[in-house]
C-alpha cells in the first residue's frame, strides 16, 4: 500500500499561483502513475491531470490546460502540481491519488490510493 499526503493550499488571489505537493509513503511512488483531482461540495470529483509513472507523459483537463502542470520527483516520492493564472472557479479541495494498473486514467474509480485533500481557494 501507499499513503499519500497533500500539502501547499490555501487561499490566493486571482491569478496568482499555488504549488501543491503530495508526498507518498510506504512503497515506492515510481510503482504509480498519479493523476490530481478536485471537488467542490455537491458535485462530483473532477478529473485535472495525470503523469505518468516516470514523468515523461502528463495529460491535462481542458479547463486547466496551460495554466497547471503536474511533475514528479521519484527520488523524493513527491508529485507536484503547480498551478498558475489561477480562477476564482479553481476553488475546491483537491487530491492526489495513486493507481498502479492504469496508464491513462481520467475517473477516480481507476484508482486505488487517496489523500486527504487540501484546500484551494480562490478569491476574485
Known amino acids: 500500500q501507499v499513503q499519500l499526503v497533500e500539502s501547499g493550499g490555501g487561499l490566493v488571489q486571482a491569478g496568482g499561483s499555488l504549488r501543491l505537493s503530495c508526498a507518498a509513503s510506504g512503497r515506492t511512488l515510481s510503482m504509480y502513475a498519479m493523476g490530481w483531482f478536485r471537488q467542490t461540495p455537491g458535485k462530483e470529483r473532477e478529473f485535472v491531470g495525470r503523469i505518468n509513472r516516470s514523468g515523461g507523459s502528463t495529460y491535462y483537463a481542458d479547463s486547466v490546460k496551460g495554466r497547471f502542470t503536474i511533475s514528479r520527483d521519484n527520488t523524493r516520492n513527491t508529485v507536484y502540481l503547480q498551478m498558475n493564472s489561477l480562477k476564482p472557479e479553481d476553488t475546491a479541495v483537491y487530491y492526489c491519488?495513486?493507481?498502479?494498473?492504469?496508464?491513462?486514467?481520467?475517473?477516480?474509480?481507476?484508482?486505488?490510493?487517496w489523500g486527504q485533500g487540501t484546500q484551494v481557494t480562490v478569491s476574485s
Open positions: 491519488a495513486a493507481t498502479e494498473l492504469y496508464a491513462y486514467a481520467p475517473r477516480p474509480s481507476q484508482y486505488d490510493y
